[in-house]
């Protein structure tokens, strides 16, 4: 069963750090993209970060860069997204998603997502 599973989310003061890690099974991350996205209440889902399989390229939302860092460890099939100098902005559900291949990339597998709520 091809599985996406989130974890790391939680409380946190502003200025506080969170690593959420996105765990596959039912398949290997080796071929594919992963890539962050984020929706808080009343907002639009925006992507925060990709990780490109085509070249190990990175892409930063500008709200987030300089403060977050995308990773993907093949040998564990992990995803993580380490969180710096969180903002209450930052306060949402965080999703991972991943596209396979090479070329554009269409997420087509999507995790339930983890709250992260960033608050004095």
């Known amino acids: 069963q091809v599985q996406l599973v989130e974890s790391g989310g939680g409380l946190v003061e502003p200025g506080g750090s969170l690593r959420l890690s996105c765990a596959a099974s039912g398949f290997t991350l080796d071929y594919y993209s992963i890539g962050w996205f984020r929706q808080a209440p009343g907002k639009e889902r925006e992507e925060v970060s990709c990780?490109?399989?085509?070249?190990?390229?990175?892409f930063y939302a500008d709200s987030v860069k300089g403060r977050f860092t995308i990773s993907k460890d093949n040998a564990k099939d992990t995803g993580n997204l380490q969180m710096n100098n969180l903002t209450p902005e930052d306060t949402a559900v965080y999703y991972c998603a991943v596209s396979p291949g090479i070329g554009v990339i269409r997420y087509n597998y999507w995790g339930q997502g983890t709250q992260v709520t960033v608050s004095a």
């Open positions: 990780f490109s399989h085509n070249d190990n390229s990175t």
